[in-house]
T-cell receptor
């Protein structure tokens, strides 16, 4: 149980286009989902916390208008990278927190590798 | 703010030997500590966590971690390493945001390389 999927796993796009990444909790409800960004050989950096039915909370330095997050249901959150540029190329990972677990355990998706040409 | 430090970028160990991946923490209050493993181009997989109770925590794939309050450490250990254990390991600590929500703060990661 507690499986999180991401789609797509890889995406290549042209500079200036927008890309949407989906994060789904497959067998549980997640009131909170998290979006991370990971550069090569670096740690995960939290970008934003997404709560179902409310606006996402962004970390300092993350542009809200560039990284649009929508948490439409208890099983789906989307991250849209708008007007993508080469510097947005990265590995994006989402995680979901299980509704019934009170000890902050997060389940991570397999990640999406974004390459902006 | 809570933080964790992983002082080693890489740890090399021969298969069959014991391994240790180090992590130290800095927290206010009781620490909630985690270890995750990441294989290439994959998301993170949960290994184990310390919330309270026994200082020795047992987790997945034969890994364990020892919580040491006096040394503020939470080192990951395994008695006998496997080549398949080669991966990137992250230590993490729970942090409370101003909004009251919780988040995980990750260390910089340690690459474990187990040689045959």
């Amino acid at each position: 149980g507690a499986v999180v999927s991401q789609h797509p796993s890889r995406v290549i796009c042209k500079s200036g286009t927008s890309v949407k990444i989906e994060c789904r909790s497959l067998d549980f409800q997640a009131t909170t989902m998290f979006w991370y960004r990971q550069f090569p050989k670096q740690s995960l950096m939290l970008m934003a916390t997404s709560n179902e039915g409310s606006k996402a909370t962004y970390e300092q330095g993350v542009e809200k208008d560039k990284f649009l997050i929508n948490h439409a249901s208890l099983t789906l959150s989307t991250l849209t990278v708008t007007s993508a540029h080469p510097e947005d190329s990265s590995f994006y990972i989402c995680s979901a927190r299980l509704l019934a677990r009170l000890n902050n355990e997060q389940f991570f998706g397999p990640g999406t590798r974004l390459t902006v040409l | 703010a809570q933080s964790v430090a992983q002082p080693e970028d890489q740890v090399n160990v021969a298969e069959g030997n014991p391994l240790t991946v180090k992590c130290t923490y800095s927290v206010s209050g009781n620490p909630y500590l985690f270890w995750y493993v990441q294989y290439p181009n994959r998301g993170l997989q949960f290994l184990l966590k310390y919330i309270t109770g026994d200082n020795l925590v047992k987790g997945s794939y034969g890994f364990e971690a020892e919580f040491n309050k006096s040394q503020t450490s939470f080192h990951l250990k395994k008695p006998s390493a496997l080549v398949s254990d080669s991966a990137l390991y992250f230590c993490a600590v729970r942090d409370l945001m101003n909004t009251g929500f919780q988040k995980l703060v990750f260390g910089t990661g340690t690459r474990l390389l187990v040689s045959p």
